[in-house]
């Protein structure tokens, strides 16, 4: 998995940083019940007050993702939108929006509160949405026949994201995306599709453009949230078990979520059912869980049969396998024991 | 040790040709009674099972049971370098690593040999229980290859009916449907074109097309060809080989299909 491994060279300080911290703040865009079940969501803010009032009124569009390398959680991909005069004044000068990596979790988490309460400038004039891929439907498509990757269902989210944004009416004249593989190719797909916005498809673009940098905070803080929000049956069920020997209240002890936490993987490993693995948090397609439900030390090997056209019977229904010891069938069976009885 | 001589070697060809796009690897279990395969297709629908008695060799040699795992693309390749009617002798150690085949050209003093390295086949054994069948035809081959093949081109599966009047193999597909009945029918002069029923009690069995097109293959093996059917027990289609040897093939009914 080539896009994981960038995500591999973490160190601890990143770690740190990409764990969500204890407290974060449950926006609008956590649906517990779709995440518990492990669905797959959209989420639109309201437009906001100051573009609604006059829906002619031009806007930049920024686009950024967050968890695209963790084995735990989803993947959440993030738009903001807001008008194009305010982008530098309202989003970098007052507010300091910045990379979600570069911002420090407390930080990201009261920038979202902010955008999500009413009366506040972010509020008035930003409007913004998520589309959530669980860990399920991620596993799911990435390991069917025929194979729909990740960097497929990326873009698929963010050009659903924006359509459903367009929809609405948002006059949006410029688009900004931190890029999934090469920015050209990319870039070139979506000026097809929309020919008269002006789009730009950068590396680092969450570093770049406010709007984007904005975008991956929505992005970031919905993520943190949802995987809170997964671990919330583990927590439940960890403390009705033994309730002294839970470490620090609220600690969500599978860490990141990220392969390279040591945390995630012991936890991984701890809660591993042999044949079932794990829950629908777990992105089963990850080498990471991969090897462990099916690597040469699993417990249980399991052979799921091959599914057949339905309604064929096969030959193992009618003739049972002839189970006894090889060498027995070549050579019969030892008589020193019975004679013994005598 | 074995040593195990085919007066022709066009007989294992054959039997090979037939079942290799069933199977890609299996054991020719050898012991002292001949030399016997069974195996199943990847999906499990279908059963192949092959004995050549020590009858069928001339001469046969066999001092321990052993088990030769051979891939059979690869023994289709070496048997290519075979004319028909070369003599074919297959020969192996006791503990092989590999199969020796070599060839005799009848009508010059060629001879060609050939190893195959084997390989370690785990394959499931079934036990297949000797069945009274409620119906039994004999037909020609080339007939049931014909109705397969007619048949294969409208639908899927055929639904095969034995009753006082006859067989019936039936098929329903989307363009249309179509029907071929056969009766009882005695040819003194050609018995290999006699068709014989054996019944008991009437069957209605459906089965997949696909691989019973796959099955006459064989049909150059031999000119009449036997379909043992009972009611919801696999339908059981042998070509019969000289000296009592078979190849025989199995096929699970499907379900569900009637309506």
């Not at chain 1, 735990?72 to 989003?91: C, D, K, N």
């Not at chain 1, 972010?122 to 026949?145: E, F, K, Q, V, Y």
């Not at chain 1, 869980?289 to 309604?311: C, F, I, Q, R, S």
């Amino acid at each position: 998995m080539a896009d994981t491994r960038e995500d591999m060279q973490m160190d601890m300080q990143e770690i740190e940083q990409e764990t969500s911290p204890s407290d974060v703040f449950m926006a609008p865009s956590i649906h517990k019940p779709d995440i518990l079940t492990g669905k797959s969501y959209s989420h639109f803010s309201p437009i906001p007050s100051q573009i609604a009032d006059d829906m002619s009124k031009e806007c930049v569009l920024g686009v950024d993702e967050a968890g695209r390398g963790p084995v735990l959680g989803p993947m959440v991909y993030a738009l903001l939108y807001l008008p194009i005069e305010l982008q530098q004044s309202l989003l970098a000068d007052t507010h300091h929006f910045n990379d979600s990596k570069v911002l420090t979790p407390q930080v990201r988490s009261s920038l979202m509160r902010k955008l999500c309460t009413r009366d506040t400038d972010l509020h008035a004039s930003c409007g913004w949405a998520t589309r959530l891929l669980s860990a399920r439907d991620i596993s799911a498509n990435m390991l069917a026949p025929n194979q729909y990757n990740l960097n497929a269902q990326a873009m698929d989210a963010t050009i659903a994201l924006i359509k459903e944004v367009l929809a609405k009416g948002v006059n949006v004249k410029e688009i900004y995306i931190d890029t999934i593989g090469r920015p050209e190719t990319y870039q070139k797909k979506l000026e097809r599709i929309w020919p008269t916005i002006q789009i730009t498809v950068a590396k680092k673009a969450d570093s770049l453009y406010p709007v984007v940098s904005a975008a991956s905070v929505c992005a970031k803080v919905t993520r943190d949230a949802a995987l809170d929000v997964c671990y919330e049956p583990y927590q439940t069920s960890t403390e009705n078990e033994d309730a002294v020997a839970t470490d620090a209240k609220g600690e969500i002890v599978w860490g990141s979520g990220y392969p390279s936490d040591a945390r995630t993987s012991t936890w991984l490993k701890a809660n591993m059912d042999p044949v079932f693995g794990w829950g629908s948090e777990c992105r089963f397609s990850w080498s990471t869980a991969k090897e462990l439900l099916e690597g040469k030390n699993a417990d249980v090997n399991v052979e799921w049969p091959a599914e057949d056209d339905g309604n064929g019977l096969r030959m193992t229904d009618f003739f049972k396998g002839e189970d006894g010891d090889e060498l027995v069938d070549w050579f019969g069976m030892r008589v020193t024991e019975e004679m013994e009885v005598f | 040790m074995l040593e195990a001589r085919l007066e022709q070697a066009s007989l294992l060809k054959k039997v090979v040709d037939a079942i290799k796009d069933l199977v890609q690897d299996c054991n020719f279990d050898c012991n002292d009674s001949g030399i016997a395969l069974q195996a199943m297709d990847n999906s499990h629908v279908a059963l192949v099972s092959m004995m050549l008695k020590s009858d069928a060799f001339q001469p046969f040699r066999c001092d321990r049971n052993i088990a030769l795992g051979i891939n059979l693309g690869s023994l289709t390749k070496v048997l290519r370098a075979a004319q028909n009617d070369d003599t074919l002798t297959l020969k192996a150690e006791d503990a092989p690593d590999v199969v020796n085949l070599v060839f005799e050209a009848t009508d010059s003093d060629r001879i060609s040999e050939y190893d195959i390295k084997l390989m370690d086949i785990d394959q499931e054994h079934l036990g297949i229980p000797e069945t009274e069948y409620a119906a039994t035809i004999s037909l020609p081959s080339a007939e049931f290859q014909r109705i397969c093949r007619d048949l294969s081109a409208l639908s899927e599966s055929v639904s095969i009916e034995c009753s006082k009047e006859g067989v019936k193999f039936n098929c329903q597909g989307d363009i249309g449907s179509g029907s071929i009945h056969l009766r009882t029918h005695t040819n003194v002069e050609k018995p290999e074109n006699n068709v014989e029923i054996d019944m008991t009690e009437p069957v209605s069995l459906t089965f997949s097309l696909k691989y019973l097109v796959n099955f006459c293959k064989a049909s150059g093996l031999s000119t009449q060809v036997k379909l043992c059917l009972s009611n919801e027990v696999p339908l059981l289609v042998e070509y019969g080989l000289v000296n009592n040897s078979y190849l025989r093939f199995y096929l699970a009914p499907k379900i569900g299909d009637e309506e």
